[in-house]
């Protein structure tokens, strides 16, 4: 298998849970690192009628594998952020019969 061209720098985040001092709970999002990546548009439709216009874009976000157990290696219900767009993590699988690379399909919501 060819190398995979790793251009893009991701901040991978997970979600964090915290006292909020009023007996809930606020939610935030982890710092893990950062890790390069390949992004590719997958497919993408516009979602009306919801009293906010969106559009949704499936992505395929390519990475370095990290072993199992890893806070480097991402997982579902985690995050990617470039700058200030968002790609949540639906699905993480590896690449290769080797496991040198993962795909994590994503997905980014735009309001128009």
Partial sequence: MRPVRLNRALL??????????????ARGWLARGTLWARVEARSGRDLDGLGAAL?????????????PGSSMRPAPEQ??????RIYAIRAVRELDRDGKYLVCEAEE???R
């Fill in 79 to 84: 995050r990617f952020r470039e700058g200030g």
């Fill in 55 to 67: 559009s949704r874009v499936l992505l395929r976000i390519t990475i370095r594998a990290a072993p």
């Fill in 12 to 25: 991978l985040e997970a979600p964090l849970r915290a006292p909020d001092g009023a007996g809930g709970f």
């Fill in 109 to 111: 919501e735009v309001a």
